[in-house]
C-alpha cells in the first residue's frame, strides 16, 4: 500500500470516527431481541458467541 492509499484511509478512518461519536444507536422495538432469539432457536441456528463463551470456559479447567 503506497502513502497514498494510507492517507486515503486514514481520513476516512477519521471521518467514521467523529461520525461515529455523534450519531446515536436507536433501540430496537420492545422484545424484538427475544423474537429474534426465539426466531433462531426454532431454526437451530446457534449464536457463535455462545460457542466462542463455551470453548473459552471449558479452557479454563
Known amino acids: 500500500m503506497d502513502s ?3 492517507k486515503k484511509l ?3 478512518f ?3 470516527k467523529k ?3 455523534v ?3 436507536p433501540e430496537a422495538p420492545p422484545k424484538e431481541f427475544k423474537k429474534i ?3 433462531m432457536e ?3 441456528i ?3 458467541i455462545r460457542n466462542e463463551l463455551k470453548n473459552y470456559h471449558c479452557g479454563d479447567d
Open 46 to 48: 446457534r449464536p457463535k
Open 19 to 21: 461520525i461515529s461519536e
Open 42 to 44: 426454532r431454526r437451530c
Open 14 to 16: 477519521e471521518w467514521l
Open 4 to 6: 497514498k492509499e494510507e
Open 10 to 12: 486514514a481520513a476516512e
Open 37 to 39: 432469539l426465539e426466531e
Open 23 to 25: 450519531s446515536e444507536t
